[in-house]
């Protein structure tokens, strides 16, 4: 019964997240105006027929911003969560496998990373390392697959302790192959999950690090560094801070739902 | 018959903390070909212990261990899986849970594919064809141990170490399971240590019986001696309690 | 003989259902005072849940049928009069032997708690009694450990005796002793018994193990698939089965032997 609702659930927040996905993949389509095309014709516009979300400052068309905002904020957030989620499972897979020395300098580390408030450490790194959105995402990913290789390291820690690995090993399995064929696949499941629920958080990463000015580089089109840029005039023209903060705010929410509803689906 | 695993002086301990437990104290076993050896103790006498050693999942901390005169004391479960295969208390947990029951059955093999030796030992455990392509989760508890006996002889392994292989089973499963280690025994196929906490249960398929109490073997000899003329007071207990509950 | 007993517990027709899945089909069964009924059956027998559904466990929903304990049908009581049948007119002990107590407070703290939220005075003297019966030997030494410093044994003599302090008239016991060891067992349950004779208590004792039946109990019913296949005096099953069942079940059970 529960599994049920839960799998509905599932199911509804996936479309959302795809139409969301493919609503900023195919933003030429979707918005007719040059996203970066500055009009003084048309400075701080209201929403109308021709800016669906009124304009900026510079007369651009938020709109078309807010969808072309998505395509960079979206495609640096699932970037940056694969390549923790493959780096993070890599790491604690090894660790929790092989223990011993191995295990103890990769997870000091790990507990280094965690000392400092994640954003805190991603401000100092995206800082010293300059703006740009590549700054930005190393920023984050230096303290993201910490959370991964805890989670692999937990589950390979327990799934090695089953009676299957033993009997893999019995078989005469090498280290490389148990690790592959057996522990892979039965810890996919959680971690993906927690990268499910990693996308909400890292998105606010990115989007604040663009606020600060320690992300994307203007006149690049990122959500974050739109609501920084829209601030200023935020009196005279509301919308142009108002609908990319509603876009971050319904994408996380989406993205967070899902990650939820697929963790309690998975417990259910 | 020719002693085919042989146990020698064998210690373990446990550390946990600051306390350090005995839990094998100077084992000596020895089992010969086509003999099923009983293993027979409570909780903490250290007879699962004595398997997983013998089985070189742990290392022992002194002793020997020979497999035909061959000492391989030390050996990873890697080397050891060349001549002996475990049946665990557990036998669901001892497949992959994402793999299907062939794919595991063959990964036994160290190689080998042949498909016609499996489907045969599939119909010898009595099994269906069809259960091969499920998933351990898929099957119930006698049919994963039957299972796990179809791996254990695909592999080739000469000798098979059942840890408490039906406790976790009913009454009538364990029944079945224990035909099908009866009939491999009568065709001579079976050289097997067999470890449980039912005294009932090994004397009905056991050659000899080790009894073992605290980390040490307190009574050993062929099955009608030891259970018709205990000689320990623990055996003696065992065989007490045994003796209340048995039926007709 | 039987016939002529006061019947404690009548259950008549029950059919029990866990959230999706019926597990008990119309079930009938008598219990008279002072004996001890064994319900044997394996796995997903419905064994356990006949005895959930006695205790009004909310896991469990009554479909059809009723169950009467003495002149109370506990099947239409409100949870808070089931609530205080239980533990003082019906004692529950459960297989997990930690799992009746907190594992980090002293035995006598539950121990008083137990008396106090059943309305009554905690009565060391009583507690002493008990734990003598049940070959509790230093009772003040036990009663200030903790329950995670004992072993399996020693807590499920424990539980038992934290049943029999209220003296209830019932006993319900669920798969009491397959957590521990066959030599444990057996003592555990002589002590029972013996607890069992000075308050004359009535027991249903739950259980796969056909030879601990056999041991204890004056009558066995045999349960398979949410059905009581045969219910008869523990000698006569065990003799001369009338079930084709019951028969598997009895020659499937491991014989002592001497190859």
Redesign the interface.
């Known amino acids: 019964m529960k599994k049920k609702k839960l799998k509905a659930k599932i199911i509804i927040l996936s479309v959302l997240a795809l139409l969301l996905l493919l609503m900023t993949c195919f933003a030429g389509l979707v918005a007719k105006n040059d996203p970066n095309a500055t009009s003084a014709a048309a400075i701080r516009t209201a929403p109308c027929a021709d800016y669906p979300f009124g304009t900026d400052n510079l007369g651009r068309c938020v709109f078309s911003r807010v969808l072309y905002g998505g395509r960079t904020t979206i495609t640096a957030t699932f970037f940056l969560v694969a390549v923790s989620f493959a780096a993070g499972t890599l790491i604690g897979m090894i660790c929790g496998y092989h223990g011993g020395i191995i295990d103890g300098i990769l997870m000091r580390i790990a507990d280094i990373m965690l000392a400092f408030p994640q954003m805190v450490v991603a401000i100092a790194v995206a800082g010293i390392l300059g703006g740009g959105m590549k700054g930005a995402m190393i920023a984050l990913g230096i303290t993201m697959w910490v959370s991964f290789a805890r989670l692999a390291r937990s589950h390979t820690f327990s799934l090695k302790k089953e009676a299957f690995i033993k009997a893999a090993l019995i078989a005469g399995k090498g280290d490389i192959y148990i690790i592959i064929v057996h522990i892979l696949p039965n810890l996919l499941a959680p971690v993906l999950t927690n990268a499910l629920t990693q996308i909400g958080t890292t998105m606010i990463g990115l989007s604040g690090l663009s606020f600060l000015g320690l992300g994307v580089v203007p006149p690049t089109a990122e959500w974050g560094s739109m609501i920084s840029e829209g601030r200023a005039y935020i009196q005279i023209a509301p919308w142009a801070v108002l609908y990319p903060a509603l876009a971050t705010l319904i994408t996380i929410i989406i993205f967070n739902c899902l990650g939820d509803a697929v963790m309690d689906y998975r417990e259910a | 018959m020719d002693i085919i695993l042989e146990g020698k002086k064998l210690n373990k301990s446990f550390k946990t903390g600051e306390k350090k437990t005995q839990v094998l104290c100077d084992v000596d076993f020895f089992l010969k070909e086509g003999e099923v050896l009983g293993i027979v103790g409570e909780s903490g006498s250290g007879k699962s212990t004595l398997l997983r050693v013998a089985s070189g999942l742990e290392k022992p901390d002194s002793g020997e261990l020979l497999y035909k005169g061959r000492d391989y004391t030390g050996s990873s479960p890697r080397q050891t899986g060349e001549f002996l295969q475990i049946l665990f208390q557990d036998a669901e947990s001892s497949f992959d849970p994402r793999m299907t029951m062939e794919r595991s059955i063959m990964e036994a093999g160290r190689g080998k594919k042949d498909k016609e030796e499996l489907l045969k030992l599939v119909k010898m455990a009595g099994l269906d064809e069809e259960l091969l392509k499920r998933k351990p989760g898929k099957l119930s508890g006698g049919q994963c141990q039957r299972m796990a006996i179809v791996r254990a002889f695909y592999s080739g392994a000469e000798i098979l170490l059942c840890d408490e292989m039906t406790s976790a089973l009913d009454v009538s499963t364990q029944a079945q399971v224990m035909q099908i280690m009866q009939r491999l025994k009568k065709e001579g196929k079976l050289s097997a240590v067999f470890v449980s906490h039912d005294i009932a249960l090994v004397s009905e398929i056991c050659d000899r019986i080790m009894v073992m109490k605290d980390g040490r073997c307190v009574e050993e000899g062929e099955t009608p001696e030891v259970i018709g003329s205990p000689k320990d007071d623990h055996t003696k207990e065992l065989i007490e309690s045994a003796r209340k509950q048995s039926i007709g | 003989m039987v016939a002529d007993k006061e019947k404690i517990l009548k259950i008549s027709g029950l059919s029990a259902a866990y959230?999706?899945a019926n597990v008990i089909n119309s079930v009938s069964l008598d219990v008279y005072k002072g004996e001890v009924l064994c319900i044997v059956g394996?796995?997903g027998s419905g064994k356990s849940t006949l005895i959930k559904a006695i205790c009004a466990d909310n896991s469990v929903s009554v479909e059809e049928g009723s169950i009467t304990y003495k002149d109370k049908v506990v099947t239409d009581l409100k949870a808070r009069e089931v609530q205080k049948l239980l533990g003082c007119e019906i004692g529950l002990i459960q297989q997990n032997p930690w799992g009746a107590f907190n594992p980090i407070r002293r035995i006598d703290v539950q121990f008083k708690e137990t008396f106090r939220s059943h309305g009554k005075f905690f009565h060391a003297e009583r507690i002493k009694e008990i734990f003598e019966v049940l070959g509790l030997k230093d009772p003040d030494k036990i009663l200030k450990m903790r329950p995670y410093e004992l072993s399996g044994g020693m807590s499920q003599r424990i539980a038992i005796a934290a049943a029999f302090v209220l003296n209830p008239k019932l006993l319900l016991c669920d798969e009491i002793t397959s957590a521990l060891?066959?030599?444990?067992?057996?003592q555990v349950m002589q002590q029972l018994m013996e607890l069992k004779k000075q308050q004359e208590t009535t027991i249903i004792m739950v259980t796969?193990?056909?030879?601990?039946a056999?041991?204890i109990a004056d009558r066995i019913a045999i349960m398979y698939e949410g059905k009581i296949v045969e219910c008869a005096e523990a000698s006569d099953i065990?003799?001369d089965p009338q079930d084709e069942y019951t028969k598997?079940?009895?020659?499937?059970?491991?014989?002592?032997?001497?190859?």
Not at chain 3, 181 to 186: H, K, Q, R, S
Request: proline share 3%; aromatic share 0%.
């Open positions: 959230e999706d394996e796995s060891d066959v030599t444990i067992a057996m796969h193990n056909l030879g601990l056999k041991c065990l003799k598997r079940l009895i020659s499937d059970v491991p014989r002592l032997r001497a190859i």
